[in-house]
C-alpha cells in the first residue's frame, strides 16, 4: 500500500494527495509547518513541535482551523495509519487557496497536510566521523524582516545558504546574523564546546528554537556538562574543541571542519559523543 497522506482531515494515497495550484503556501510560501520525528512509533516531543507550530501561525496571522489536541491526534493517526515505527513527518499549514494576489484575506480554507515518510539527510559516515561545513555569505533573515523563530513556508533564505555549501562541497553551511554572529546551520542549530563549556546562540541571535537543541541542553545539564547560551562569532567556531548540529532530521551530528580549518583535532570530541549517545538513547526511550 502506497503511503497514506493527511490532508484536511482524509487519508490519500501518495499519488493521489493534491491541493490547488492557487493555494497561498505554494504561491507566496505562506503557510507554516513543522518536521518531526516519530520513534518506534511514538512522536518525540510532539507538544514541543504543536505549540511551535501554533506560534508560528500566530506570528503569521494564520488560524489553524484545528485545536491542538486534535492535530495531535491527526498526527498520531497519520503515523499508525502507515505502520510507520521510525519515521520523519513534516506537518505544514497553508494559507489556502484564493485569488491571485498577496492579500490573505482573499484566502479560505488553510490546508492541513501530514506527510509520515523516511528521511535520510545526511551520510551515515557523517555521524560517526564528523562532517565539514562552510560559512555562507548569505546572512540569516534580520528578525525585522521575518523573524528566524516562525517556522515558515519561506525558506529561500536557508536554501541560499545551502546552495553555497554544497557548491563548495558542503551538506551544511553556517548563517552568520545580521550583526554578524553565529546563528545557526541552513536546517540546524549548531553547538561548540571550548575548555568543556558547552555554547550554543541564544535564540535571539536570530535562530529557529529548535527542539532537538533544547532536548541536548537538557541532556548536557543531567550530565553534569555546563551549559550555556551565549553570543558567538565565527572565530568562535574556528577555534572550539568540538562542535556538532541538531534538528529532527539531523539529530546530533559532529562538524569537524569549518571552512577548509580543523575543529579541534579533527576528531569527532568527547562531549560530541557523549551527547550524541545520550540523545539516541532518550529518543529511543
Ligand atoms: N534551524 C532551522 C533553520 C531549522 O529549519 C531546523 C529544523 N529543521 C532547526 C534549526 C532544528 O530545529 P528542530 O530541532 O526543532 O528540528
Known sequence: MSLQIYINGQFFSKEDAKISVYDHGLLYGDGVFEGLRAYSGKVFRLQQHIDRLYESARAIMLEIPMTMDALSAAVNETVAKNSLQDAYIRLVVTRGSGAL?????????????????????????????????I??????????????????????????AKIEGLQAGCVEALMLNHKGEVAECTGDNIFIVKDGVLKTPPTDAGILEGITRNAVIDLAREHGIPCIETAMTRHDVIVADECFLTGSAAEVIPVVKVDSRSIGDGQVGPISKKLQSAFKKMVRM
Open 101 to 133: 494576489g498577496l492579500d490573505p484575506n482573499k484566502t479560505s480554507n488553510p490546508q492541513i497536510i501530514i506527510i509520515a515518510d523516511s528521511i535520510t539527510l545526511y551520510p551515515a559516515e557523517f555521524y560517526e566521523k564528523g562532517m565539514a561545513i
Open 135 to 160: 560559512t555562507a555569505s548569505t546572512i540569516r533573515n534580520h528578525p525585522a524582516a521575518l523573524s528566524p523563530r516562525i517556522k515558515s513556508l519561506n525558506y529561500l533564505n536557508n536554501i541560499l
